[in-house]
């Protein structure tokens, strides 16, 4: 599957068939345990920050690089890097999962940490309610016996530290910047005021202010500029939780430098603000994978966007959630493409949003994206859900989703 190119989880059921016990024995070594990233949004990036402050720091570390979080998923991942006992050959394995699977890898991987991002409106076609999220994060975390790190502008996750039995890490962002951002961090609210505030002084990790190229964070009573992969509120809140995680495993062996020369050089996770290159272009790549997802990319975006164009497809089941996305950073579409093209650009016009041209067909509207002259500023935009990253990524040429990442 792998040499047929792009990620799959076929191999991992495969394994799990055939050893239902694959997944705890291959973690049962490992020095520094299994750590678990979950929440709404920024699971993929925030893993991938761990990861590379951790090695940065002298660490081997396992992670399931190709974005999967299932239980089949993860297996597959495994599957490269085991020896013939089973086992990974790792310090430590640091795990994106699935929100509603995380409960069920507990008995098979026993995380003794987990950093919670988020709790906000994502698939609820799957959810239901965000309420049903904040259950099964409550449920990792209870799991955890060393350490929980939560995200102190989240009204749920502040919700669920009182059932914590560990002790809590926090990270957050400065009130006046959340004040500043034109609508704010896109969690889930509780009205009820019920979660009490977090002390400025009892958060590991804060940022403090966005930097040109990153992200200015208090770590403790220090100050560091951290240079990021990618623009916008929602990367620097991702690095700030990485940073309070790497605090949690490494203590006293954690330096702050390391850190932040770790990212320095790190690249942004497949489809995740990208930049892929079409001769002497660029393009960035922003996904929608659901309404906050959106909206803090777009409320990132530097300046209008000189060309855009628009890909959605089935992997998107209902665009109708769009009419409530504020999309005034945006004042066109040059081409709008796939299966929900139509929908989508009936939610654009709606919004004053001039649609220049509707093409269903991915391949003739990316040809004729492409065929646009050179932008006088900036850099070509698509706006994609993930299927489209994926189809684009690959007509574009880039490399698939799978990689031996963990050598």
Known sequence: ?????????????????????????????????????????????????????????????????????????????????????GRLKADIAVLEVDEAFGPQLIPHLHPRGVLLLNVQVDQLNRFFDPARVAGFLATIADACGDFVVLNADDDSLRGLATGVRAPIGWFGVDAALIDASPNGLSNVEDLSGGAPLVPVDDRTVEVVALVDGGARLRIGSEVHDFRLPARGLHYAIDA????????????????????????????????????????????????????????MNLDALDEVPEQVLVAVDEGTPDPSWMYGIDLSRLDHADVVTGTKAWQVATVLEYAGIDVRAVEPSTGAALDQFLALPRPSRGRKLMIVNYEQMMNIRRRLGAPGIEGKVNS
Do not use: C, W, Y
């Open 1 to 85: 599957m792998r040499l047929r190119g792009g990620g799959s989880a076929v191999p991992g059921r495969v394994a799990l068939a055939i050893d239902p016990g694959f997944l705890s024995n291959a973690v049962a070594g490992l020095p520094l345990g299994v750590i678990f990233v979950s929440g709404s949004n920024g699971k993929s990036t925030t893993t991938h920050f761990v990861t590379k402050i951790l090695r940065a720091h002298g660490l081997t570390v396992f992670t399931n690089s190709s974005g999967g979080n299932l239980p089949q998923g993860i297996a597959s991942s495994m599957l490269p890097d085991v020896g013939p006992d």
């Open 240 to 295: 700030a939780g990485a940073v309070a995680t790497a605090v949690q495993i490494l203590g006293v062996d954690f330096r702050a430098n390391t850190a932040r020369d770790a990212l320095a050089v790190t690249e942004t996770v497949f489809g995740r603000g990208e930049l892929l290159r079409n001769g002497d272009e660029e393009i960035e790549i922003v996904m929608m994978k659901n309404p906050p997802s959106l909206q």
